[in-house]
């Protein structure tokens, strides 16, 4: 069965740093997507992008973050500048169509020490 | 503004005990509504889902009703199990508003033999 693929599973860095995470969607789906949920509490989305744009962005994806797709197989999500509160799992997320059914990833834990 | 309310949790169950999870929603338009389930190390998955007033979802024996009158998605299941531990997320989605998934704080359920 098809699966969004992320990597790493867990990434530990320094505040400050650039992090990049990874995801491969499922090949046929065109709405790609990022969430992230801090330990404990709600999902929250992050950004959807189709169409090689972003399409809607939440408060929370400010300059620091950003997306690319950049070969037609891989959806990346970059943060330029860590902080301690950008520690969190990341999920990644692909669909078909605009219709509310998500595939997720296992997800990207981000630890910023 | 979108908006969903689930009951707090964690609830823990005795196996072949009835399931109820709380689920209200506030929403602009007409939304679909889901259920996502999150197993232990892994990431969300669909559950069931309605795509208008009255639709009933259902999948693995649980099921959910949507109840425009009274905002409801209500999630049960008539005898759990033990791998049915897990955190239950409800969720809208608004095609017209912002096309994404508003995700409510998530239940853990916890299903002892």
């Known amino acids: 069965e098809p699966e969004v693929t992320q990597t790493p599973s867990h990434q530990v860095t320094q505040m400050g740093q650039e992090v990049i995470l990874r995801c491969v969607p499922i090949?046929?789906?065109?709405?790609f997507y990022w969430y992230r949920q801090i330990l404990g509490q709600k999902v929250e989305f992050l950004v959807s992008?189709?169409?090689?744009?972003?399409?809607?962005k939440s408060e929370i994806f400010d300059d620091q973050f950003s997306v690319e797709r950049p070969d037609g197989s891989n959806f990346t999500l970059k943060i330029r500048s860590t902080k301690l509160e950008d520690s969190a799992m990341y999920f990644c997320?692909?669909?078909?169509?605009?219709?509310?059914?998500?595939?997720f990833g296992e997800g990207s834990r981000l630890t910023v020490l | 503004g979108n908006s969903v309310t689930q009951m707090e949790g964690p609830v823990t169950l005795s196996e072949e005990a009835f399931l109820t999870i709380n689920c209200t929603y506030t929403a602009t338009g007409y939304p679909s509504l889901f259920w996502y389930v999150q197993y232990p190390g892994e990431g969300l998955q669909l559950l069931l889902k309605?795509?208008?007033?009255?639709d009933k979802g259902s999948n693995k024996g649980f099921e959910a009703t949507y109840r425009k009158e009274t905002t409801s998605f209500h999630l049960e299941k008539g005898s759990v199990q033990v791998s049915d531990s897990a955190v239950y997320f409800c969720a809208l989605f608004e095609q017209t508003g912002a096309n994404n998934l508003f995700f409510g704080t998530g239940t853990r359920l916890t299903v002892i033999p």
């Open positions: 090949s046929n789906h065109l709405y």
């Open positions: 309605a795509t208008k007033a009255d």
């Open positions: 997320a692909s669909s078909v169509g605009s219709t509310g059914e998500l595939f």
């Open positions: 992008f189709y169409n090689n744009e972003i399409s809607e």
